[in-house]
């Protein structure tokens, strides 16, 4: 199977998810990226089940209107049954790099008041120690330079994400990315609580101290589901 194959048949098994956990009348939390895109289109026949979605970013507010599934602002909600995002990377324990599409710091907020995260992911982004992916961290601007130097004293090498035209990738939040190159994290909550504590930083993309709960893992054997302990 291509990985458009395999991030349908991940996105369909997570729709058939929450049509079987989520009851009735239930928000549901949604994160952001192509493999997300085809979670979209796979739950909009079964949309008058649920109350509608909490989203992870401007884009996914948009594909979820586009379906008529009512987006609702986090603050008017309490919390949320289940959150479903796609992943850069997933280690053993759940941990995961995201922020490959920009969308980190929302999709940690919408992560931290989910009952259930739930990852979908095609295989190729399952591995043993995560890093190989660059680690994006969303940076308020003033602070990119001094957050460079500290991403080089760890040995990582900090590249400003830009766009098409070379000017700087800017989040929906107003801030910058840096994606930092080289890094091997065998210790990833540690680096995550160190790497948040810099001044500057808005989010890290490493979700470890609050990762999936479950993986919707696709392959050409078909849709694997691994459950981590918390
Ligand atoms: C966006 C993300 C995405 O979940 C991650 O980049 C995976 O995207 P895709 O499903 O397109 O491979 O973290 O910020």
């Known amino acids: 199977m291509t990985q458009d194959e395999l991030k349908r048949l991940v996105g369909q098994a997570a729709a058939d998810y929450v049509n079987t ?3 009735d009348g239930a928000v549901l939390g949604v994160g952001t990226g192509s ?3 085809c979670f979209i289109d ?5 949309k008058s089940r649920f109350r509608g979605a909490v989203s992870s970013s401007v884009a996914t ?13 986090l603050n008017e909600i309490e919390s949320l049954p ?9 280690d053993a324990s759940g941990a995961m790099i995201k922020g490959g599409g920009g969308a980190l710091t929302r999709e940690k907020i919408v992560a931290s008041v989910s009952e259930v995260f739930v990852c979908i992911a095609d295989r190729s982004k399952r591995v043993d120690v995560l890093g190989t992916f660059p680690l994006p961290i969303e940076v308020v601007p003033m602070a990119r330079t001094a957050i460079g130097r500290q991403v080089m004293a760890l040995s990582g ?3 400003l994400r830009v ?17 930092v190159k080289g890094l091997h994290i065998d210790d990833p909550r540690g680096l995550e609580a160190l ?8 989010t890290v993309g490493l979700f470890a101290s609050r990762g999936a709960d479950l993986c919707l893992l696709g392959s050409d054997q078909g849709v694997e589901m691994v459950s981590y302990d918390v």
């Not at 479903?84 to 990377?89: K, L, M, S």
């Not at 766009?163 to 801030?175: E, F």
């Not at 790497?195 to 808005?202: K, R």
């Open 82 to 90: 289940v959150y479903v995002d796609g992943a850069d990377e997933i």
């Open 42 to 46: 796979a739950l909009a026949p079964h």
């Open 195 to 202: 790497i948040n504590a810099w001044p500057g930083v808005v």
């Open 35 to 37: 493999t997300v895109n």
């Open 157 to 159: 090498v900090p590249v």
């Open 61 to 73: 507010t948009a594909r979820l209107e586009q379906h008529g599934i009512r987006v609702f602002d």
């Open 21 to 23: 956990h989520v009851p």
């Open 163 to 179: 766009r098409n035209d070379g000017s700087p990738y800017v989040t929906d939040n107003g801030n910058e990315i840096i994606d």
